[in-house]
């Protein structure tokens, strides 16, 4: 069974950068046909879909947030990272990473994430 746990700082200040890192376990990120995704959850909202690292490291992201979303990889910790620069208020949300293979997908419990100076 395919676990992901995601960690990473809880609080950021306004225009800096959020970095969150999702270890893999049961499963290689390397597995021909996994996608590895980053979603959000602001409070009071629905999920936001933010981008995803493929199995052969392409990368695709929320073309609202293209400009500020880098997704990579670290084949060797079976991990991969989000980093998402400029943050603002509105980037308040619960982060959660998530695999997915054709219907099946699995999910970490999500790590909250606040943007406050």
């Known amino acids: 069974q395919v676990q992901l746990q995601e960690s990473g700082p809880g609080l950021v200040k306004p225009s800096q950068t959020l970095s969150l890192t999702c270890i893999v376990s049961g499963g290689s990120i390397t597995t021909s046909y996994y996608g590895w995704n980053w979603i959000r959850q602001p409070p009071g909202k629905g999920l936001e879909w933010m981008g995803v690292i493929g199995y052969d490291g392409v990368t695709y992201y929320s073309p609202s947030l293209k400009s500020r979303t880098s997704i990579s990889r670290d084949t060797s910790k079976n991990q991969f990272s989000l980093q998402l620069s400029s943050v603002t208020p509105e980037d308040t949300a619960m982060y959660y990473c998530?695999?997915?293979?054709?219907?099946?997908?699995?999910w970490g419990q999500g790590t909250q994430v606040t943007v406050s100076s």
């Open positions: 998530a695999g997915h293979l054709g219907p099946k997908s699995y």
